[in-house]
């Protein structure tokens, strides 16, 4: 069974740092481009980019592209998603996914607020 | 960026009803189009890939079909637990692109 857990989230104060993870299971992690996507409260979805096998080509959404940083270690199975400067216009949950999108895991809140 | 618009955002159903959600493009993506479901406090989860392919497990009610910039879901005999917001995404170009959803409600 595909499984993807992300962890990490919580309640940061603005400008501040926060790194997320997501750890995968129940398939070889390291065939697999993963990526990340945003949902804000009530709001749509957002996709936020995505990280080939082998870390070599990172696409993001432009709008993200000098705050978010996507990382993967295949040793440990796990995805990364490193956020800087953040503001109350990135509180959303965060959701790690295959990067086809057919697989996703269960999401993790992130609160910017002083 | 490739804009995608979904109609309506949402509507009113009826257990057994057939339902048409649409999703249009801005520019042509050609069949790279997927549809999601999303019930309350759970995850997107994969219908359809690729315009009108279905994912592992999904009941053959749920149809994809599009080329270009239209596209269309259906669920053929609406059921209590299809009641939920359905996403479309483009990735025919980058970044790939959701549409705003569509809420499916009870009468």
Excluded at chain 1, 54 to 74: A, C, E, G, Q
Aim: charged share 20%.
């Amino acid at each position: 069974e595909v499984k993807l857990v992300e962890s990490g989230g919580g309640l940061v104060q603005p400008g501040r740092s926060l790194k997320l993870s997501c750890a995968a299971s129940g398939f070889n992690f390291n065939d697999y481009w993963m990526g990340w996507v945003r949902q804000a409260p009530g709001k749509g979805l957002e996709w936020i980019g995505e990280i080939n096998k082998d870390s070599s080509t990172i696409n993001y959404t432009p709008s993200l592209k000098d705050k978010f940083t996507i990382s993967r270690d295949n040793a440990q199975n796990t995805l990364y998603l490193q956020m800087s400067k953040l503001g109350s216009e990135d509180t959303a949950i965060y959701y790690c996914a295959r990067a086809s999108l057919d697989y996703w895991g269960q999401g993790v809140m992130v609160t910017v607020s002083s | 960026e490739t804009v995608m618009t979904q109609s309506p955002t949402s509507m009113s159903t009826s257990i057994g009803e057939r339902v048409t959600l649409n999703c249009k493009a801005s520019q042509s993506v050609g069949i790279n189009v997927d549809w999601y479901q999303q019930t309350p406090g759970q995850s997107p989860k994969l219908l359809i890939y690729g315009a009108s392919n279905r994912h592992t497990g999904v009941p053959d009610r749920f149809t994809g079909s599009g080329f270009g910039r239209d596209f269309t879901l259906t669920i053929s005999n609406m059921e209590a637990e299809d009641l939920a917001v359905y996403y479309c995404l483009q990735y025919g170009s980058i970044p790939p692109t959701f549409g705003g959803g569509t809420k499916l409600e009870l009468k």
